[in-house]
């Protein structure tokens, strides 16, 4: 089980950081992948970090102001957002597959267990 929170009203320029909790799943084991859906838009895979050796891997549409991390010991995942667009308005999700020592992937049908998401508002 993923439980996404976090989420909250940012101005823009501001900074935010989700939680992804996991249960179920050895956190140290699996990618964790984030993902966004703004309003009518698919699903876009924006960030992951991998079970295998922890590197974190971006979209180009959010590198450099987007990272990842995780706590293998509070079973916990994070995204860590800086400088808040107004585009990155969206129910942010968090995501693992249903194998361990996968690839690093931004598809969402690579992803198996999801959460409900949290969502983030961008506004001045």
């Known amino acids: 089980q993923l439980v996404e929170s976090g989420g909250a009203l940012v101005q823009p320029g501001g900074s935010l950081s989700l939680s992804c909790a996991v249960s179920?799943?050895?956190?140290?084991?699996?990618?964790i992948g984030w993902f966004r859906q703004a309003p009518g838009k698919e699903r876009e895979g924006i960030s992951c970090?991998?079970?295998?050796?922890?590197?974190?891997h971006h979209a180009d549409s959010v590198q450099g102001r987007f990272s990842v991390s995780r706590d293998n010991a509070k079973k916990a995942a994070y995204l860590h957002i800086n400088n808040l667009k107004l585009e990155d308005t969206a129910v942010y999700y968090c995501?693992?597959?249903?194998?361990?020592?996968?690839?690093?992937?931004?598809?969402?049908?690579?992803?198996?267990?999801w959460g409900q998401g949290t969502q983030v508002f961008v506004s001045s």
């Open positions: 179920g799943l050895s956190l140290a084991y699996y990618n």
């Open positions: 970090i991998s079970g295998r050796d922890g590197t974190q």
């Open positions: 995501a693992a597959p249903l194998s361990p020592f996968s690839d690093c992937l931004f598809r969402p049908d690579q992803y198996h267990y």
